[in-house]
């Protein structure tokens, strides 16, 4: 099971700072303008041999209007639901506020662990000041500075006690995540392939969080399907609904193989599509979209397949060698096609390829097109070998490795996608000293 670490807490505490200095990216947009933050945040960490996702929820607040605080309650309520353990973050600067308060009392009332982190506590003044925090009544509470990283290690000690050991489901056989937005139709995928023979075989009690693996074995193919819970019919999940599914979606990724994306065909590909996409290719997981409902969209010589598959694969781009299938659930129209790209697609995640073959194939390409000078500095590649991973990755040994530039990086992806077929899955590219 994944665990997720949701960060809540009233506007401009420096949520979007502690991210970036809990994930070691600069990916969230910084600034003094409360609400500045847009994008959906979430990034891996680790810490004391725990590996967690970190949810930033500033970027799921959609205004910095009246309904600010009903948004900001309603994102507490749905990391209380879905979060392995959340960090509070108040501002020493401001002292404690009414909305501080109120998310102190939803709280105090859940049965999460709850880390109260006072930030922007730099020097000692502050550091009396942050005082006052203790009476909001949390046992764990650390007073921090997310800018300079100081206590940011004794709050990360108390994090992870917290979070539960991973329990990996091992085996050999494709797992599936069915992600996307909701209703999209993943629940009626699931049923279209699994029918009543539907094989629960990890559904661990007492929790809405955990994920469901089904077995699929007929027809000659096994594989298992990673489904969530399905969402509940509350009010708070309709008020959030995109942060919701996408904490969920969070969980089905991070055990996958191979993620089945289902776009809705009357829509098209949307934001939180591409949120979606981007999380499972950070994650390395391959992909393939399915766009469904195909079969309600009117006038298909205006708006063919072709054109809508060029529409998505530009959006998605530069990682557009993906499978893009044209399904309908309903009609239950191409579903075994998807799940026989599915296996292809793990099966290219999976592919090793000699470095003598490497070399003879890589190596004549660069030297056709040569690595781009880097001050009057000659780029000499040598010599490339895929590494052991569980994803394909690459590396390029060469002279001046820090200079090689991200347009020669894509262009070796290029002429390896090229010669290898690695289709739906992202590859990886470093270049060592060599």
Known sequence: MSNLVAIVGRPNVGKSTLYNRLIGERDAIVDDISGVTRDRQYGACVWNGKHFT????????????????????????????EATAIIF???VTTGITDLDENMARMLRRSDRPVILVVNKVD????MLEANEFYSLGFDDTFFISSLSGSGTGDMLDAVTEHLEDEEEF???????AIVGQPNVGKSSFVNALLGEERNLVTDIAGTTRDTVHSKYSKFGKEFFLIDTAGIRKKAKVHENLEFYSVMRAIRAIEEADVCFLLIDAQ?????QDMSIFSLAQKRNKGIVLLVNKWDLVKDKETNSARDFEE?????????????VLFISVLEKQRIFKAVEVGIKVFENRKAKIKTSKLNEVMLPEIEKFSPPN??????????VKQLPTYYPSFVFYCNHPKHVKASYKHYLENRLREHFDFTGVPIKIYFREK
């Open 54 to 81: 970190v949810i930033d929820t500033g970027g799921f607040v959609k205004s910095p209007e009246d309904v600010f605080e009903k948004e900001i309650r309603s994102q507490v309520e749905i990391a209380i639901d």
């Open 89 to 91: 973050l108040v501002d």
């Open 123 to 126: 020097n000692q003044q502050r």
């Open 170 to 176: 091992k085996t050999d056989l494709p797992k599936f």
């Open 267 to 271: 829509t098209g590909i949307e934001q």
């Open 311 to 323: 529409k998505i694969k530009k959006k998605i781009a530069p990682f557009s060698d993906v499978p």
């Open 374 to 383: 880097h001050r009057g500095r000659f780029i000499s590649i040598k010599f």
